[in-house]
């Protein structure tokens, strides 16, 4: 993509954020669209360093993550593949054993969230799912995203609830968290685009039930473009990350051929809609914030998916105008 003076602002308000390990992750996501390899690696090398000796990458303090470390994979796998150096490699194929074995789940395998209870939530999808997409395990992907839907679901409104108690056998967290609905549209837009061979049938289910969540969440859109923290309750403040992770799973699928090209308004407007959020230092403002996400704020989450957006808007652009 090209890169202008606000996503520029956007970058460099993200790298002096302090960060935990999933936003590690998410960043090196958004080094790696934006074509931006060097920076990727310099991730990569911060996550592995902090890699915890179970397998967790980019742990920092002992987090009680079972599963954040994993979204830093990508980038080390990146790094394994431009420098010879084995300690890659051998990071990469740690987490995927503490994902494979070792981490705690549910008799079903459906991991949990964190390593002091046994909770299943909407954000292991995209901390867990692209990984394994990409390193060939489709297989164990789409078991994760089964898991997650039979617990978190909702069939009647068609979006994810927060949180599920294995122990309980029943909700933790009922409401609809907008940023757990993004977690799960842009972790299944993200496999399905690192890795592009999966079993007959598969990509399509996945790819469906994606669009089935997305048209769920733009039905609570409200008249600024966003939404609320929780979709379906205008009582909780108007979020703007949210509307970047839709953008970016929407305009993914334009980009990729499994949504139409009319998603490409959709996805633009979105993103425009949490652009106007962006203050002069280039911090997406207003979103579901660190380090608690329990009001709004900012998060260096955020500020990658702004820029995750605008790298899926170029290709989505590209896909359906490739003269442009």
Known sequence: MTRNATTDRVLTALLAMQRQSWEQGVTGHALL??????????????????QHPDGRLGDVSGEAG?????????????AA???????????LAAQLDWLVARAPRAADGTLFHLLDNRQVWPDT???VVPLLAVLGRTDLAAGQVAGHRRRLYDERTGLYAARWDEDRGE???????????????????????????????????????????????????????????????????REANTAQMLAYAALTGVADGWLPATWLDVGADLLAAAGRRIDRYGRVTGVSGAP????????????????LGHAALARARAAVSPAG
Not at 37 to 49: F, G, M, P, Q, Y
Not at 292 to 307: K, Y
């Open 125 to 127: 999808v995209y901390m």
């Open 292 to 307: 608690d996400f329990a009001g709004p704020g900012t998060s260096p989450e955020a500020q990658a998916f702004h820029l």
């Open 81 to 91: 593949s431009t420098d010879a150096d084995p300690r890659w490699s051998a990071a």
């Open 171 to 237: 909700l933790d967290r009922a409401e609809h968290w907008g940023t757990g609905n993004g977690w799960v549209v842009a972790g299944i837009a993200r496999a399905l685009r690192l890795a592009p061979d999966w079993p007959t049938g598969l990509r399509d289910e996945l790819a469906g039930h994606a669009r089935a969540v997305l048209d769920a969440c733009l039905a609570h859109r409200a008249d600024d473009g966003l939404f609320h923290d929780v979709l379906d309750d205008p009582g909780t403040f």
């Open 33 to 50: 669209d934006l074509g931006l390899d060097e920076l990727a690696v310099l991730v990569a090398d911060a996550a592995v360093t902090r």
């Open 66 to 78: 079972a599963v954040n470390g994993a979204a830093c994979g990508e980038a080390v796998r990146h």
